[in-house]
């Protein structure tokens, strides 16, 4: 029998470790793709010094970024499955373990005792999880590590309700120009409309996981991710915001129900560099690594 | 038109340089982020000498990685710039107080920056943002570390030997160019066109 605990440990330090040095293959092949129809010399350049880091990255097994992120792990946790608490001890591990392998740099910093040096906070909360509850027997876990840079251009709106989806598409447009060239263009997009002021800042961050083309299984939610892509591109953010290039790889919503008078909308950007990794786990300690 | 560039950099040979042009930097880089700019304007206020000598050196915005190896010395693990608007709020004070030749970082520098390294010949230099390893492969040696005790790895002052550090893209120069400034200009009137078409 494994020791299902040390199992966790292992599977999420190493998740971490394939999020900070290996991007996920449609990331990889739209960032080389976008070189390729670059034409302007700035734009180029910066989306050449993007792949060949990758390709760098990706052969020497370091990070890609030495902003290694702030850890969160996304756990669906099955009925079956024989651990609770211990899943969360398991990931703090994980999280100081991969922090001196990878290694990862120490990004929590405690406001008053200054920086953990293991990426873990002292009162808790960091690594951050969202936590849910499945059927069967078996753990799902996705590392999420988020740069600060990107995390600054983040934006949170309580919108009228009267301006309906026309004042949340301007919302978006408003928070994608303000990060402007701040956060490492080109960027991708989540957008979480509806819940609270708190949960449509998770939904954004959880649309980020949803594979870069893949759209979403409500075909009017469908087209207005499409046309959001086209909408922000046009702002000609570019490359690194030098105005060539790609703006936006890819514009992924999730809605929740709202209160009749909130119209939450949170907007959650990625650098080029997004970087999840994740595995599931069944109750007998068998690893089966998710498609990257 | 490319420059390829050898510290201390002379003021003379930065004021030759403009926006869009690409540099390479031989010599000497030094990291420093939000907490290393303050202490170090905080000891130039109470009459001491921070522990560099920033005159004519590349001023790099970065956090980086290292890692100590098994001989006990400080190696680059990854070393890409962070995002450099944070800087702005002392950005020109220090270039008035310090003389870096250049400083390098990401996303570009506001007004205050703009106007210091016209009047102080300082230029800044654009490195692709997250491109840490490609970074780390131009850091020949670590020099020395200030600080780290105190302000922590990303935070604290490393001094590297550099070889070619770049490419660069030139995005303040000392005629008062900004070039991300102009990019930033053209989102917002995109910003405003969409909106009317929404």
Known sequence: ?292 | MDYYLTTPISPEKLKEIKIGDIVYVTGTIVTARDEAHLKALELHKEGKKPPVDFEGIGLFHCGPVMKKNENDEWTVVAAGPTTSARMEIFQDEFIKTFHPGIIIGKGGMGERTTKACQEEACIYGYFTGGAALLAADRIKKVKDVFWLEELGMPECLWVYEVENFGPLTVTIDTHGGNLTDESKKKIEENKKKILQEL
């Open chain 1, 1 to 292: 029998m494994k020791n299902i605990a040390q199992v966790i440990e292992d599977t999420a330090a190493q998740l971490l470790k394939i999020a900070a040095t290996k991007l996920p293959t449609e990331v990889k092949e739209t960032l080389v793709d976008s070189e390729e129809k670059t034409v302007g010399v700035l734009g180029r350049s910066q989306l050449q010094a993007i792949n060949e880091n990758v390709r760098i990255a990706e052969l020497s097994s370091k990070p890609m970024c030495q902003d290694t992120g702030l850890v969160s792990f996304f756990v669906k946790i099955g009925d079956k499955f024989p651990l609770r608490s211990e899943v969360k001890t398991a990931l703090i591990k994980a999280t100081k373990k991969a922090t001196s392998d990878v290694p990862l740099r120490p990004n929590a910093v405690d406001m008053f005792k200054g920086n953990t040096k293991n990426n873990v906070g002292l009162r808790g909360y960091v690594p951050w999880f969202y936590f849910d509850l499945a059927e069967g027997d078996s753990l799902e876990i996705i590392a999420l590590p988020k740069g600060g840079g990107s995390s600054n251009v983040g934006k949170m709106k309580m919108v009228p309700p009267g301006k309906g989806i026309k004042g949340v598409k301007e919302f978006v447009v408003e928070a994608l120009a303000a990060a402007g060239p701040l956060a490492c263009p080109p960027y991708t997009v989540g957008v979480g409309v509806g819940g609270g002021e708190d949960m449509c800042m998770n939904l954004a961050k959880k649309a980020l996981l949803r594979p870069l083309f893949v759209y979403h299984e409500d075909e009017t939610i469908a087209d207005l991710e499409k046309e959001l892509l086209h909408t922000l591109n046009k702002l000609e953010i570019g490359a690194m915001g030098l105005g060539e290039g790609p703006s936006i790889l890819d514009v992924h919503m999730e809605f929740a129900a709202r209160h009749p008078a909130s119209l939450p909308v949170g907007v959650v950007i990625s650098c080029w560099a997004l970087r999840h990794a994740g595995a599931t786990i069944d109750n007998e300690g068998n690893v089966n690594w998710h498609i990257h």
